[in-house]
């Protein structure tokens, strides 16, 4: 992983159960041990957590492969890795 592409956790989507109102920090580095949120292993690097704000309760598709183009939730982009 260099300081400007993320590291690939997983090549498929993590179904999150969330809750409407409530802030979730998604990994972009793809360092974290507690993907795909944020545990601070980013830490030193170009990269930063990003800020999810569920709009309501239910299951989110957050992407796996920190290659998308949809910010946190998965666009599919893992198909072409």
């Not at 802030?23 to 793809?30: E, I, L, Q, R, V």
């Not at 944020?38 to 990003?50: E, N, R, V, W, Y």
């Amino acid at each position: 992983m260099s300081d400007k592409t993320p590291a690939i956790p997983r090549k498929s989507p993590y179904a999150v159960e969330v809750e409407a109102g409530k802030k979730y920090w998604w990994c972009a580095c793809g360092k974290s041990q507690t993907q795909p949120f944020c545990d601070g292993a980013h830490k030193g690097s170009a990269f930063a957590p990003l800020e999810y704000t569920a709009d309501k309760t239910g299951t989110v598709y957050f992407c796996g492969c920190k290659h998308g183009g949809n910010g946190a939730l998965c666009d599919g982009a893992h198909k072409k890795l």
